[in-house]
């Protein structure tokens, strides 16, 4: 498709031409193709390793997915088997499902309303307050895997800061086991994925606040703009549209792959399943049970729910100020 | 007061109330947010009996270097010395930076400024690329590092990095404020494109190299290897802290201050490069 919105660009490169229409067409690509060589010679060796470890996974993902495949036996083709099974008789993926999507219907949309929000008020400071506060912000996600720390705060005895405190007020008698509890263990999840959550996307809001035009504000104060709820709706927001669906795509993406901290702080398995994702079902069936296929089937599930949903998502962001 | 000038730019529709409020709540969620590292940072310095008091304290009183010496201790008693995996950690970081901002440069430079066949559909895949998390192609990444030979080296770690999609992303959004005619002049004056790549568009997005390398720091400074390398001696810092971690109870003052260390050496990076990061990421918007 693109290729022909180029010619359609370059009418001049064809003029010259008196073949017949396809050949010349193909013999213009050509020589499109080789005029640009240097181009192509610069991607070349980022492109391979992409093609090798994210486009042609992602392709041998969904036909593995076919198959019965245990890493040491050639696999065996098994049609849709791996997908009825997954959705029809294990009762684990459904309670992954159910809480995959339940960790990003929470965390998605508030991490990505906080990384705007606090964007915003930290974007009326003074430079050096600004700075320091983006700091306190950014740090936790910054600071590499750290979310261990949440386990002392968590922990199950009363020398831990949340039963220690609770006790000390009187609200609780006896520690209560906080990740081996199945109630408690969700929250708390969700609770440390929004701790975590201020990565990429809210740095992004900043400097695309920053890079809203300043005589806009004056002129909406002009024409009658008269607090800064109005002036947020009708100024900022349109102005960093692009900011805002790369935010929605980088916190879209990290709240359907929580794993890690469900791991770490809930265990694995976890407390009859209570903390199960689909990315730990995946790591479950992948680098355990080395059913191949199978994993494969969640991997490509998974696959679909995230794009799935980021296009909608843009979709849905880009009518916004329509 | 109805006056229309506005006497001091900044306060341009802002209400003495509003900004009260906010900021409280701006306090309240700030506190939130700080509090895991304060309690890390103050439990570092805990001697043991004050991590096992009872009501539990945040704030140390009676502040020792115990924790950090019987890291040390704990530290000669590895099988593989510790200096190793603190070796390999940075050898990872170094090369799989270095590499990733080099190729995702060369690769930014024509998706930004260039127009050639394909180019779209290459694009539309990075782009699509960035909405999946990596787990989706675990498994087959590793048949593909098994088929070529990486598995249990440090380059099971390092190449995909390279390959980083968002690095790619945020190099190209940024390269394309590059002025054109910068370019056409340095064509005119008989540079060939490789020569302005490296002479004429690098020296101009310092700023996004600095972004690229924070992300790919944070990305690689924490990785533990998992699944990918088996020999102990190439094992990663990450992963030597997490099983001092797992020590459980009997570490916690250890485990904080291995926390303390770990987390102080991206922060300490971003708060040298946080405005160069800004201004790359002021470019890094979705057009249509």
């Given at each position: ?68 495949f245990n890493m040491l036996e050639f696999p065996r083709f098994i049609g849709w088997q791996n997908y009825s099974r997954l959705f029809l008789e294990d009762d684990v993926f459904l309670i992954a499902l159910k809480n995959t999507i339940l960790f990003a219907a929470i965390t998605g949309p508030i991490s990505y ?210 | ?288």
């Amino acid at each position: 498709m693109p290729n022909v919105t180029i010619t359609k660009d370059r009418p001049g490169t064809a003029a010259g031409k008196t073949e017949p229409r396809a050949s010349s067409w193909r013999a213009l690509k050509l020589r499109e193709i080789r005029a640009h060589k240097h181009s192509y010679f610069l991607m070349m060796p980022y492109m391979l390793l992409f093609a090798l470890f994210t486009v042609l996974p992602v392709l041998m993902s969904l036909i593995i997915s076919f198959t019965y495949f245990n890493m040491l036996e050639f696999p065996r083709f098994i049609g849709w088997q791996n997908y009825s099974r997954l959705f029809l008789e294990d009762d684990v993926f459904l309670i992954a499902l159910k809480n995959t999507i339940l960790f990003a219907a929470i965390t998605g949309p508030i991490s990505y309303l906080a990384c705007f929000v606090f964007a915003w008020i930290i974007n009326d400071m003074r430079p050096k307050l600004r700075a320091f506060m983006t700091l306190v912000f950014y740090a936790p996600s910054i600071s590499g895997n750290v979310f261990f720390l949440w386990q002392l705060i968590f922990s199950g005895d009363r020398y831990g800061i949340a039963n220690g405190f609770l006790i000390k007020m009187g609200i609780i008698l006896e520690p209560i086991l906080w990740l081996k509890t199945e109630q408690y263990i969700l929250p708390i999840i969700i609770l440390v994925q929004l701790w975590l959550s201020l990565g990429t996307g809210f740095l992004a809001f900043i400097a695309g606040l920053q890079t809203v035009d300043k005589t806009l504000y004056e002129a909406g104060a002009v024409d009658g703009i008269k607090n800064r709820w109005q002036e947020l709706w009708f100024i900022t927001l349109p102005s960093m549209k692009p900011q805002l669906m790369f935010g929605a795509v980088i916190q879209l993406t990290a709240s359907l792959a929580v794993a890690d901290v469900s791991i770490f702080l809930a265990g694995f398995p976890s407390v009859n399943y209570a903390a199960e994702t689909i990315v730990t079902h995946l790591i479950d069936f992948g680098t355990i049970r080395f059913e191949m296929g199978f994993a494969s089937a969640i991997a490509t599930v998974l696959f679909i729910l995230m794009v799935g949903t980021n296009l909608a998502v843009q979709r849905l962001l880009r009518r916004v100020g329509e | 007061m109805r006056l229309a000038l506005p006497l001091r730019k900044k306060r341009v529709n802002r209400s003495a109330m509003g900004t009260f409020w906010l900021f409280v709540f701006l306090a309240i969620v700030g506190a939130f947010m700080a509090l895991p590292l304060v309690y890390a940072i103050n439990a570092a310095f805990k001697p043991l009996d004050e991590i096992f008091l009872f009501p539990p304290t945040l704030f140390v009183r009676h502040p020792t270097f115990d924790n950090f010496i019987d890291l040390k201790t704990l530290l000669g008693q590895s099988w593989v010395p510790f200096t190793r995996y603190i070796f390999n950690t940075v050898f990872i970081t170094g090369v799989g930076v270095v590499g990733h901002v080099l190729l995702a440069s060369a690769a930014a430079y024509p998706l930004a400024k260039h127009r050639f066949p394909g180019k779209t559909v290459i694009f539309t895949i990075v782009v699509l690329s960035l909405m999946f998390a990596v787990q989706v192609t675990a498994i087959p990444n590793y048949m593909v590092m098994s088929w070529i030979g990486l598995i249990d080296t440090y380059w099971a770690v390092i190449v995909p990095a390279f390959a980083f999609p968002l690095g790619l992303y945020l190099m190209k959004q940024f390269m394309e404020q590059i002025p054109d005619a910068l370019l056409e002049s340095a064509k005119i004056d008989g540079a060939n494109e490789y020569r302005i790549f490296w002479q004429i568009v690098m020296p101009n997005v310092k700023p996004a190299w600095l972004t690229l390398i924070i992300l790919l720091f944070q990305l690689l400074w924490g990785t533990d290897g998992n699944g990918f390398i088996y020999s102990e001696q190439l094992k990663t810092l990450h992963y030597a802290s997490n099983q001092i971690i797992l020590g459980g109870i009997a570490r916690a003052g250890v485990g904080s201050a291995v926390a303390l260390i770990l987390m102080s050496v991206p922060i300490t990076l971003f708060v040298f490069s946080q405005s160069r990061i800004i201004e790359t990421m002021a470019t890094s918007g979705m057009k249509d």
